[in-house]
């Protein structure tokens, strides 16, 4: 590195020998925990047993990211910057991994990972290594708020963190492979949600090394005319850093580095000294450098460095092939160890003197810890929001409506840590109180004919789920709290991210050093029963089932029959920890059942027996009629109208399900009810039917040891549907009243010959009900309008 090469750039010569020794350090400690099982200083020549007998891990993408994590580390010191590092190439994790150990958060969290030769040791031995840490940037990673495992989340978790945090700088290098997801294509607009002047800054660093698993990457190919386009037709300043010289490349990216800082810096001073939020055009860098740069040149005379062949094990088999293992020896020494380690292992003073310190570290940095961060929310008294209900069904209510004047005041309370995030559907989903205290996030151009617009809004919505969940999760990742509420049918698009933050909440349980964090909080409306006018592709009530088969000890499913519920409901999810709670609830005028007090109790409780419905009088029933969900809960205690007014002698038992997980057993969810508790409430033997929410299946999965197991039969959506009316639509899936007392007819010994009128009755009822809709175009209104009996005596 000459003088001459210096003058290129900002760094001087010592800058530039100090920056790149950090880089070599680091470059060094990724491979060695990707192959060495022992040796970990060379202190003698690298033999077979030496090399871990299965070789995991990725190289290709780690060179890049330890060059951007060492050059972050400069502009942190150099500016006192507030920075959290976010790694798309997941796959990176040995190098953060490195970069952690460096900085010495790594030995603080774990000690026996000591800076020293016994600690790097057990650095190198503990990655992707029985009973040691995951290859990707796990949640063992100090720093990290994403893992990476599946791609295409990076930016949009950035993104999120950055909400509501003006002090904060998120870095966030996008692989160019993830680049091609939808989710990550989707995320290069999320600029358009952020305010400079109330928000932190988002630098995203596009590391272009041009290839994935087995193939060139898209945005690698393209004219570079065309990449810039691209970034810049998304309101970003791209800036190129392109090279294969290390020396050069530091060059080039320090002074990009410098640039992109200086012009976010000026970005935020301007929009804060003015109170402009209108969307600037943010910097970003484009980092086009090697796959695999600096690893092996050429394996076996088939080149390797700059390919698709870096991207993992670049020498897989270092234990049986001797060539190999002289050339990971090779490759090892050449990153000179014995300049970066003294005589006990630990990194010289040099590179020690060269992180940020304390809190300023990335990976020490709270915000990548955001339990530390996380304060309560304001909650006003949800009870101060009832509805009253002097008698069953009166008065009918929207029950989202209501929830909304609730969350309105939440919004109004915590005005730094609470947003609200859905795809467009914040008013369709009846929640349209929170536009009284804070518009739509908003930056971009807008016109006097749009509503609730503006760079100050605190209610996130796009037209992409992905977004909505990213933003959400990289929110509360970093401290702060939100609900998503969303269709239920298309709910099913953030799946696989559920299934990542579920993974997450499951192994930070595990981790001390953790802080929980607020739960995730699905409101999930519009949903299966209540989608007769848009159809059969808008009708799937699945997102449960998915939900249940992560653990236990992470998910929470809760079916509130009416407001008074829904309210109690989520004033208990917005003050949980390190769940996901999934709610369901009706937007439509709907019965509300409940007072609050007893709407309280009956949410304590998560199940239990209705007595004003039933008629079993403190005895043993004739049958139970059990629900979950709030149509469902109609046509329940419709059916026990029906059944109280034609069979007076049966005694029926009405139980309803809030919490769903009380159905399973004590030792298979914390929620759980023991097995005595349940065989009270629903009997060892008697009937029971059950009309439920979703798909039947689900609850036999959840109740398949109870004792009375054998007795239940469970109606739900059976994926019947079209455009129709709300009950030729539970009718189509036999979830109606009529067809709920033709099953306790059929299932209660000795009452089907006793009963055979009443069952003619219900058959033809159906038949007059659906050639009402049919002549009508509507619901026969005295089905419609069914209330429960004012002169009931319960």
């Not at 490195?98 to 774990?110: C, P, Q, V």
């Not at 300043?237 to 990009?256: F, T």
């Not at 309210?567 to 999810?573: E, K």
């Amino acid at each position: 590195m000459t003088s001459t090469q210096a003058l290129q750039g900002p760094l001087t010569d010592d800058e530039l020998r100090r920056l790149d020794a950090y880089w070599r350090a680091a470059n060094y400690l990724t491979v060695g925990q990707i192959y060495l099982l022992d040796n970990p200083l060379l202190r003698e020549p690298l033999k077979p047993d030496h090399i871990k007998p299965r070789l995991l891990g990725h190289w290709g993408t780690s060179p890049g990211l330890n060059m951007i994590y060492a050059h972050t580390n400069r502009q942190i010191v150099n500016r006192d910057l507030n920075a959290i590092y976010i790694i798309g190439p997941g796959h990176g994790g040995p190098a953060i991994v490195a970069n952690t150990w460096l900085e010495g958060t790594y030995s603080e969290l774990y000690p026996s990972v000591s800076q020293d030769e016994a600690g790097m040791a057990r650095l190198f031995r503990q990655f992707s290594f029985p009973g040691g840490i995951p290859s990707h940037v796990a949640p063992e990673v100090p720093g990290s708020i994403h893992e990476g495992g599946e791609l295409g989340y990076s930016l949009m978790h950035a993104y999120g963190a950055a909400f509501d945090n003006p002090d904060l700088t998120v870095v966030c290098v996008v692989g160019d492979g993830e680049a091609e997801t939808g989710p990550l294509s989707a995320s290069w607009l999320s600029n358009v949600f952020l305010n400079p002047a109330r928000d932190g800054a988002v630098l995203p660093i596009l590391h272009l090394n041009g290839w994935k698993i087995a193939n060139p990457t898209v945005l690698d190919r393209i004219d570079e005319s065309d990449l810039m386009a691209l970034f810049t037709g998304s309101g970003y300043e791209p800036i190129m850093v392109s090279g294969d010289e290390p020396a050069l490349v530091h060059q080039s990216l320090a002074a990009a580095m410098d640039q992109a800082l200086d012009t976010i810096a000026a970005i935020q001073r301007h929009a804060r000294s003015t109170g402009d939020g209108t969307r600037p055009r943010w910097p970003m860098i484009i980092l086009r450098t090697p796959k695999g740069w600096t690893g092996p040149r050429e394996v076996d005379g088939i080149r390797v460095e700059g390919t698709y062949r870096s991207h993992q094990v670049p020498l897989p088999g270092t234990r049986e092939n001797p060539e190999h293992l002289a050339q990971l020896e090779r490759w090892l020494r050449s990153y000179k160890p014995e300049e970066l380690f003294d005589p006990i292992g630990a990194p010289v003073a040099e590179l020690t003197a060269m992180p940020p310190k304390g809190i300023r570290r990335m990976s020490g940095n709270p915000h990548a810890n955001g339990g530390e961060l996380l304060r309560d929310l304001v909650l006003p008294d949800y009870r101060d929001y009832a509805v009253e209900v002097h008698h069953p069904v009166h008065p009918t209510r929207e029950a989202c409506r209501v929830l909304g004047e609730w969350l309105r005041d939440v919004a109004r309370a915590n005005p730094d840590r609470f947003r609200l995030f859905g795809p467009d559907e914040v008013a369709s989903n009846r929640l349209g109180a929170a536009f009284e205290v804070s518009d739509r996030a908003f930056t971009a151009r807008t016109t006097e004919y749009d509503e609730f617009l503006s760079p100050d809004g605190r209610v996130m919505e796009v037209l992409s789920e992905h977004l909505c969940q990213g933003w959400l999760e990289g929110y509360l990742l970093t401290g702060r709290h939100g609900v998503f509420t969303s269709y239920e049918a298309f709910i099913h698009v953030v799946d696989s991210m559920l299934n990542q933050h579920a993974k997450w909440l499951k192994t930070t349980n595990e981790i001390p050093w953790r802080r929980p964090i607020a739960s995730l909080n699905y409101l999930l409306s519009s949903h299966v029963w209540r989608q007769d006018h848009n159809g059969f592709s808008h009708q799937d009530p699945g997102f449960i089932d998915h939900v249940v088969n992560k653990k236990s000890e992470v998910v929470r499913v809760y079916l509130p029959p009416d407001a008074n519920t829904l309210l109690s409901t989520m004033d208990h999810c917005l003050r949980s920890r390190q769940y996901v709670n999934v709610i369901v609830a009706g937007k439509q005028p709907a019965p509300n059942w409940l007072t609050m007090e007893q709407a309280a109790l009956h949410c304590r409780r998560g199940l239990g027996i209705w007595e004003w419905a039933s008629t079993d009088a403190g005895s043993e029933p004739d049958v139970v009629l059990a629900c979950a969900g709030d149509v469902p809960t109609l046509e329940t205690l419709a059916a026990a109208d029906l059944l109280r007014t034609h069979l007076p002698d049966l005694k029926v038992r009405v139980v309803n399900v809030v919490d769903l997980m009380r159905l399973q057993p004590e030792s298979e969810h914390p929620h759980g009810l023991s097995d005595q508790e349940f065989d009270t409430i629903f009997t060892t033997e008697q009937p029971i039917v059950f009309a439920y929410h979703g798909y039947p299946w689900l609850i036999h999965r959840l109740t398949y040891r109870r004792t009375n197991h054998d007795n239940l039969h469970v109606r739900g959506y059976k994926e019947e549907g079209t455009t129709t009316t709300p009950f030729d639509m539970v009718m189509l899936n036999d979830l109606d009243r009529f067809h709920l007392v033709i099953d306790v007819i059929d299932r209660v010994p000795g009452l089907g010959s006793r009963a055979a009128h009443l069952r003619q009755a219900m058959v033809d009822a159906r038949q007059q009900a659906r050639a009402y809709t049919r002549t009508h175009g509507e619901d026969d209104p005295k089905i419609a309008e069914w209330t429960w009996p004012m002169d009931d005596p319960s």
